[in-house]
C-alpha cells in the first residue's frame, strides 16, 4: 500500500507536463557574454569559477586567479571581483581593510542588488580582527567571511563569535551563503560561534548570523536546540532567510537517520524544526551512507528545493541508475519529482551537475552530460534553462566550442530567472585566446513574459488530464483493494 500511494503522489507531481501550457512567449537565450574579461581586453588567463549573479542578474561576482582582470593585481592568488554587466566596470571584492591587495585567496562572493557590496570568504589578514595568520605573505590556514563595501570603502570581517572575536578556537568559518538585503550569512565551522566553552565543537556546524544585530543562530541545532554530535554544510537557504536545507550524516537532528547516512535535511528557522527530505521512493533506508547531493538552491518562499543527488539511486521510481540527476521537493505537497529526463519522459542518460531555481520556482538551470535531454538530437554536454510554466527546456552554452575533457561547468541563475551565468573550459581550436581557458560567461533569458508569478499555479486541467486523474486515483483504489486481500 506504501508503494502505491508513493507511486500515485509522485506521478501527480508530475502531472503538470500533461497539462496544456498557458499561451507564452517562447524561452530564448542571447549569445554568450564573456564576463572574465582581461583589463586591456580579451579572455582573461584565469582559471576563474564560482559565478554568482545578483538578483536582477545586472551585477556577477566570480573567483580568479588571474593578474590580468585589473590593473595592479601582484599578489599571485585567487581573488574576488565584480562586474556590472551594464557599464562594463570590473572591480576588485577582496581588498582588505585597510584597501590593499592581500597575498591571501579569496573565492566565493556574493554581490547585493546594487552592487555596492560583496560577501566574500578570505583566508588571512583581511580584517585586524581575524585570529590567526598574521603573516600578510603566507598562505593563511583561517579562513573568514567579509564584506566589502565599495561605498566607504571598507572590508568588515562578518565571521565573529559572541564575544565579537574571530575564529573561535582558531578555527575557520566558511561561507555558505549570503543575503545582503537581509543583511545575514550562513556559514559552517568547526568552532563554537555561540558560547566560550568550548571553543572547538567535534564537527563543524551551520550558524546563521546577522550583522545587523550581531545576533547568532545555531542551525545545525538537535531538537533540545543543542549543537549536533555530527558535522553539518553544503548548505543554501530560501530567499526570505526562513527555510535552510543541508547536508549531514547526524542521527540527532531528527528521529528518521537511524544509520546516520549522508542526508539531506531541511530547517524551519521560524518553527525550530528540522525535518529529512530525501529518502527512497518504496520507503526503507538507501543501499550506502556514501551520498552527494551538491549545493542545494530553495525558491525564495522556500516550498520548492531544487537538489542534485550522485551515488545513490532510488530518489524517484524512474530515476537512471549509475548517474547524478537534478529532482525538486515541493515542501507543501512532500512530494519529490525527477527534473533530468529527456523530452520523451525518460531519465536522462549521462551525469547533471550544480542546478538553480528562480525565486519563484518557475526558471530551473543546471549542467548536464546527458545525450537525450532534447528531442530528435544527440545533445553534447550542455547548460540547460527549463520554464517549468511552459515546459520548455532549451541550451545556453550551444554558441560556445565544446567542453574539454570532464570540465563540469558552475551554474547560477538569478534570483528573477532572467539571467544564467555558468563557468565553460572550452576545447575551441579556432580561437587559441579561449582554448581550455576557465572563464565565466552570462546568458540573458527572453521568453519569459507573463511576468512569472508562481510556478505552484497549474493551468486548468484538460479533459485529457482530466482522465489521465481518474485513472490514477482508480488505480490506487484498485491497488488498496487488492491490498487488504
Excluded at 566560550?196 to 536546540?225: C, H, K, M, V
Excluded at 524512474?318 to 523530452?343: E, K
Amino acid at each position: 500500500m506504501y508503494t502505491i500511494l508513493n507511486r500515485l503522489l509522485y506521478l501527480l507531481s508530475t502531472l503538470p507536463a500533461l497539462l496544456p501550457a498557458p499561451a507564452a512567449y517562447a524561452l530564448s537565450a542571447g549569445a554568450p557574454q564573456l564576463a572574465s574579461r582581461a583589463w586591456y581586453g580579451g579572455p582573461t588567463d584565469g582559471p576563474c569559477g564560482f559565478p554568482n549573479l545578483s538578483t536582477n542578474g545586472q551585477f556577477i561576482a566570480f573567483s580568479c586567479a588571474a593578474d590580468d582582470l585589473v590593473p595592479d593585481d601582484s599578489n599571485e592568488r585567487y581573488d574576488v571581483f565584480l562586474l556590472d554587466r551594464r557599464t562594463g566596470v570590473l572591480q576588485r571584492a577582496s581588498l582588505n581593510a585597510a584597501n590593499t591587495e592581500q597575498r591571501n585567496h579569496a573565492d566565493v562572493g556574493f554581490p547585493s542588488t546594487d552592487g555596492s557590496q560583496v560577501v566574500f570568504l578570505g583566508q588571512g589578514m583581511f580584517h585586524p580582527d581575524v585570529n590567526g595568520d598574521a603573516d600578510p605573505n603566507g598562505d593563511a590556514t583561517v579562513a573568514n567571511v567579509f564584506l566589502r563595501d565599495f561605498t566607504v570603502p571598507s572590508t568588515e570581517m562578518l565571521s565573529r563569535g559572541p564575544d565579537g572575536g574571530g575564529n573561535p578556537g582558531g578555527r575557520s568559518a566558511l561561507l555558505q551563503a549570503a543575503n545582503l538585503d537581509r543583511q545575514e550569512v550562513l556559514f559552517s565551522s568547526s568552532g563554537n560561534f555561540l558560547t566560550n566553552s568550548p571553543l572547538i565543537l567535534n564537527d563543524a556546524q551551520l550558524f546563521a548570523r546577522s550583522w545587523l544585530t550581531g545576533q547568532i543562530e545555531l542551525i545545525s541545532a538537535r531538537p533540545d536546540g543543542e549543537i549536533s554530535r555530527r558535522g553539518s554544510g553544503n548548505a543554501g537557504w530560501s530567499g526570505d532567510g526562513r527555510f535552510v536545507v543541508f547536508q549531514s550524516g547526524a542521527t540527532d537532528l531528527t528521529g528518521d537517520n537511524p544509520l546516520g547516512y549522508s542526508q539531506l535535511f531541511l530547517r524551519d528557522r521560524l518553527a525550530r524544526t528540522t525535518q529529512r527530505l530525501a529518502r527512497p521512493w518504496n520507503g526503507g533506508e538507501f543501499p550506502t551512507g556514501f551520498i552527494y547531493y551538491g549545493k542545494p538552491a530553495l525558491t525564495r518562499d522556500g516550498r520548492f528545493v531544487l537538489f542534485l543527488v550522485g551515488l545513490v539511486d532510488g530518489i524517484t521510481p524512474d530515476d537512471n541508475p549509475g548517474v547524478s540527476d537534478v529532482y525538486l521537493f515541493d515542501r507543501h505537497t512532500q512530494s519529490t519529482q525527477l527534473v533530468t529526463r529527456s523530452r520523451n519522459t525518460a531519465p536522462a542518460d549521462g551525469y547533471a551537475y550544480s542546478p538553480d531555481i528562480s525565486a519563484d520556482g518557475r526558471v530551473i538551470a543546471y549542467f548536464s552530460r546527458a545525450t537525450n535531454m532534447l528531442p530528435g538530437v544527440t545533445s553534447p554536454p550542455a547548460v540547460y534553462v527549463e520554464d517549468r510554466l511552459t515546459g520548455e527546456r532549451i541550451t545556453v552554452s550551444t554558441a560556445l566550442a565544446p567542453l574539454f575533457g570532464n570540465f563540469s561547468p558552475q551554474v547560477d541563475l538569478s534570483e528573477d530567472g532572467r539571467t544564467v551565468a555558468f563557468s565553460w573550459r572550452a576545447d575551441d581550436t579556432a580561437d587559441p585566446s579561449l582554448r581550455r581557458r576557465y572563464l565565466i560567461y552570462v546568458v540573458d533569458l527572453d521568453g519569459l513574459e507573463p511576468p512569472a508569478s508562481t510556478a505552484a499555479a497549474v493551468p486548468a486541467a484538460s479533459p485529457r488530464a482530466l482522465f489521465v486523474i481518474a485513472g490514477l486515483l482508480a488505480a490506487a483504489a484498485l491497488g488498496a483493494l487488492a491490498g487488504r486481500r
